[in-house]
């Protein structure tokens, strides 16, 4: 066989998962939770509620502080760090192994669903998070292993290299909390494989930089009475007994979204690793320092919060390395880069599910099963896709509305639309509220409303006498037709709009006019 230029190989790899990116984020509605961290860069904070500030900045730098608008360059930082990333775990795996080993990490990397997609399209915190992390990795490698013991300057480099990682985990938890727990894998491999890193001064110094990165969100909750602290305290339910659905959420999420092949994969590398050390055993140990630790903590947490289901994949990346080190070791058994059947299963899998998750997206391939299996279930009420679908054509028709409203006297061109979840509240406002020039204010429990309960304050908050706008979906429940009804004089039906797929319809909006406000809700 005629020898694979490895790095030509990620770079194709490269520009095919970034086209691929590219193109889902045209075609696919900004969801709930990214249209929450979208705010993030409309009120920019040094902390949040909720979660760490990078994600904001994130979409700040790369929309030009949201002078480019539209979901391609809202998403537009995750597309360019999942790029970036493939080729930083190809020259991490290209260290431990050479360039065949960086080649499958790469590949493997790039057809995980959690990585690629959750990670590397949608604009989320594991955006940035996994960019950083991933160069924590690359340093933590540089930093704890030598190149070479007797030259002073790799001695040097070492000492930098583990004071740059310690940038870069507090960077990642910037990004997401949950990326401290680098640091637990890093005591574990100090503690049981090379108690000498505790005699090196610089490992301190890189915990201290870490701390000192999270700098601006100690100054946030500070001066919101350690509010964030509070509610990631809160999150822990140490005395709500287990949480057996968040456990079992922990354990398959991470299993699914991380491509079962690919796990499959891993399982098959770290039981060749048991009777074949086919990596140098300094990396071989600090990378399952760095994952199983994680993987077991982020499981053993979900008993008591939901907070960690996610935190799992990140302990997998490490072994994904660990992977593309074996799958390198069997290049000479086959004819073909890819004819590896494993390796092919997983890149069939990846594309046999992005193609069926896209044509029930568009055309409702499965929704005679999840919206019309019982006449008694509103339309779309277990189709979670739906949340995405059809913005832009809602969008259209509550412009139609809301303009006849104003033109007519039936409402007040300062009408806003109210919401009582942050997520649809974030959707509501991206997709109708800011193309109209008008806003939306939330009411309800800071655990519902999170960031909003800062952004309506910011908006003036609620007040009495005013009409606003009230949008259900079939999927929503009846909290905001009560709260209509308890603090509105008046509540009307001002449009019911269906949105379908193949001329069926699969979810039913229903806007309502809430008209003079009588009275202000308890303040939570």
């Not at 059809?390 to 412009?399: I, M, S, T, V, Y």
Request: glycine share 6%; proline share 3%; aromatic share 14%.
């Amino acid at each position: 066989m005629k020898d694979f230029n490895y790095k030509r190989g990620v770079i194709f790899l490269i520009v095919i998962s970034a086209v691929v990116r590219s193109f889902l984020s045209l075609i696919l509605n900004i969801g709930g939770e990214e249209a929450y961290y979208w705010t993030f860069a409309l009120y920019p904070e040094l902390g949040s509620f909720d979660q760490p500030p990078m994600i904001g900045w994130f979409i700040q730098l790369f929309t030009n502080n949201l002078a480019l608008q539209g979901d391609f360059f809202v998403r537009l930082s995750s597309i360019v760090t999942g790029s970036a990333n493939i080729w930083i775990i190809f020259i991490i795996g290209r260290r431990i192994k050479g360039e065949s080993a960086g080649f499958y990490s790469a590949l493997l990397y790039s057809i995980s669903f959690y990585l690629s997609l959750i990670a590397g399209l949608f604009i989320l915190p594991e955006g940035p998070q996994t960019f950083f992390y991933l160069l924590s990795v690359y340093f933590l490698s540089e930093g704890i292993i030598m190149r070479d013991q007797n030259c002073p300057e790799s001695k040097i480099l070492c000492r930098m290299a583990l004071i740059l990682a310690g940038l870069f985990i507090g960077l990642a938890t910037l990004s997401k909390f949950s990326s401290v727990l680098l640091w637990v894998g890093v005591l574990f491999y100090a503690s049981v494989f090379s108690k000498s890193l505790f005699k090196r001064v610089e490992i301190y110094i890189a915990v201290l930089v870490t701390m000192l990165s999270l700098f601006p969100v100690f100054i946030w909750n500070f001066n919101n009475n350690f509010i964030g602290f509070q509610y990631l305290t809160s999150t822990l339910k140490l005395s709500g007994g287990i949480n057996t659905e968040a456990f079992l959420k922990g354990i398959f999420i991470p299993l699914l979204l991380n491509n079962p092949v690919n796990l499959w994969i891993i399982y098959k590398s770290l039981r060749a690793i048991k009777h074949d050390m086919f990596i140098e055993k300094g990396y071989a140990y600090l990378l399952l320092s760095l994952s199983l630790p994680v993987i077991f903590i982020s499981v053993v947490l979900s008993l008591v919060s939901e907070s960690f289901i996610y935190a799992a994949s990140l302990g997998i990346i490490p072994l994904i390395i660990i992977a593309g080190a074996w799958i390198s070791t069997r290049k000479n058994e086959i004819k073909s880069i890819l004819r590896l059947k494993s390796v092919m299963l997983s890149l069939c899998f990846f594309v046999v599910i992005i193609v069926i998750g896209l044509a029930h997206h568009k055309a409702g391939v499965f929704n005679y099963l999840l919206t019309y299996s019982k006449k008694e279930i509103p339309a779309g009420k277990n189709d979670f896709t739906l949340n995405r679908y059809g913005l832009k054509d809602l969008a259209a028709e509550f412009k139609k509305l809301r303009d006849l409203d104003i033109a007519s006297g039936r409402i007040s061109p300062h009408a806003y639309i109210i919401e009582f979840d942050y997520k649809r509240a974030a959707l509501k406002d991206y997709y109708l509220a800011r193309p109209v020039n008008t806003v939306v204010k939330t009411a309800g429990k800071p655990g519902n409303v999170r960031k909003y309960r800062w952004i309506t304050a910011k908006r003036g908050g609620l007040k009495i006498g005013e009409s606003v706008y009230y949008i259900k979906s079939s999927r929503d429940d009846e909290q905001g037709l009560d709260f209509g009804k308890e603090h509105f004089e008046r509540v009307e039906i001002a449009r019911t709009i269906y949105l379908k797929k193949f001329k069926k319809p699969v979810i039913r909006y229903t806007v309502y006019r809430f008209k003079n406000m009588v009275s202000l809700p308890d303040s939570e």
